[in-house]
């Protein structure tokens, strides 16, 4: 018993002293240890609520942006200088999308409190203007002045822009008993129209078909890229008929939005483009082979389906796109096909046109430049099929079977472009008489934070 007495009664006196003292440490370091997990927790809270704020940031300037691309074409096209009243109209209706995307991701119900800024104030939570370029590398910058005409051929004319950024900016009063913070977030999204070709993203659906495709029709237009002067371009080219303003005007469309004509002109105010396939090279219209092996048939269903992502890939195994060569020229040269008039390809290819009536399509344009059988792709438009009927011209004294087909420009959003604003100054091309690549009728959604 002395001996159990020696060994044990000392040790519980350390075991009692030890415990102790780390109840003392537990006791002073609570209040520590609390204040470190309600950080912790204030901190993911914290990223949370910025990451649903950018979420609704965001949702609210591509929302207002896509309302700056018109659904009725006579909006932009229908007058050579929009009218005041109308582009304040659309400015309107961008910033009321804008506001109603803003309310539909928010935490805590929370109202999006964003102010639709009617004034354009800059520095204001919503504001639509114009930029250069996505990094904003050349002046005069983000330009905020609304009164401006609104400009289809360049971003920045005399007098002029294009307004192609919606700037959302979004914040929540500070929360936090320990350390109280201010939520707040930007957005700037951007209507990118330096586009250099197609490409399809990914598994996106573009098209009503069974794979992903490319919007772009594989029919060539005729390009007069040197001028743009009434009576010099080429008559038959779309900068004549379409910039120019010197195309027919006889096609509309009904209240069903479907295209209707001719009727009387002035029809809507849209110029429209005549389009005449026969296969010869002196056509204004010429049918394409993308990929080059394929055929007449092929492409004749492609105005329907698109350019697949399959036929992309057997046109280009190392990109699978369609864009113009990375070079001073930007330009891609592709097999020019001929219809067969002893069969149904006129046929087939007037109803293939028939079929797309009134949607917006993706058309290459052609500067005739390159030798017999071959298209030269300088560029592309997006338009619309108003008509397209099977008739017969005289060649050489000879009447043979042409499709005739009447566009009309429109303005398209489409994620399958691909765009790159550091080669708009490259070359001595000038499409659309403005620099090389900047498209007035083709753009992307973008963006920048």
Request: charged share 15%; proline share 8%.
């Amino acid at each position: 018993m002395f001996v159990r007495s020696l060994t044990t009664e000392p040790q519980c006196r350390w075991t009692s002293r030890r415990r102790g003292a780390i109840a003392g440490w537990v006791i002073v370091l609570f209040p520590v240890l609390l204040a470190a997990l309600s950080l912790a927790v204030q901190a993911a809270s914290f990223y949370h609520r910025r990451v649903e704020l950018q979420n609704s940031a965001d949702a609210a300037a591509l929302a207002g942006l896509n309302a700056l691309v018109p659904v009725d074409d006579t909006e932009l096209f229908g007058a050579p200088a929009v009218p005041s009243t109308t582009r304040d109209a659309i400015f309107a209706d961008a910033r009321a999308v804008a506001h109603d995307y803003a309310g539909r991701n928010v935490f805590g119900g929370a109202d999006p409190n964003l102010d639709t800024n009617p004034t354009n104030d800059p520095s204001g939570e919503l504001v639509i203007g114009t930029i250069n370029d996505p990094v904003e590398t050349t002046p005069p910058g983000f330009v905020t002045d609304l009164t401006l005409n609104w400009s289809l051929y360049s971003p920045f004319v005399a007098g002029g822009a294009a307004f192609n950024t919606v700037d959302v900016a979004m914040q929540r009063q500070a929360f936090g008993a320990l350390a109280p913070q201010d939520v707040f977030v930007r957005s700037r999204a951007f209507l990118d129209r330096d586009v250099v070709g197609f490409k399809v993203e990914g598994s996106s659906q573009t098209l009503a078909g069974p794979e992903p495709a490319i919007p772009v029709v594989p029919l060539a237009l005729l390009t007069d890229y040197s001028t743009l002067l009434p009576g010099v371009a080429n008559p038959l080219s779309w900068e004549f008929n379409i910039i120019g303003r010197n195309g027919l005007d006889v096609y509309k469309f009904d209240a069903a939005g479907n295209p209707i004509g001719p009727v009387l002109p002035p029809a809507d105010g849209i110029p429209e483009m005549i389009v005449t396939i026969t296969g010869l090279s002196t056509d204004n219209g010429h049918l394409t082979a993308i990929p080059n092996t394929n055929t007449v048939s092929q492409a004749i269903s492609q105005i329907t389906t698109g350019i697949t992502a399959s036929q992309l890939a057997a046109y280009d195994p190392i990109n699978h796109q369609l864009t113009l060569a990375n070079g001073p020229a930007n330009e891609v040269s592709v097999t020019r096909l001929a219809p067969n008039p002893l069969g149904t390809d006129f046929t087939d290819l007037r109803n293939a046109l028939v079929a797309i009536k009134g949607q917006r399509r993706v058309w290459m344009l052609n500067d005739n430049t390159l030798p017999l059988g071959t298209v030269h792709v300088v560029g592309f438009v997006a338009a619309r099929v108003m008509d397209a009927n099977v008739s017969t011209v005289i060649s050489g004294g000879v009447p043979i079977p042409a499709v005739v087909v009447v566009l009309q420009p429109t303005m398209m959003l489409t994620s399958t472009a691909v765009t790159d604003y550091t080669r708009r100054n490259l070359g001595p091309r000038t499409v659309f008489g403005v620099n090389s690549i900047y498209n007035p009728y083709i753009a992307r959604t973008r963006v920048l934070r």
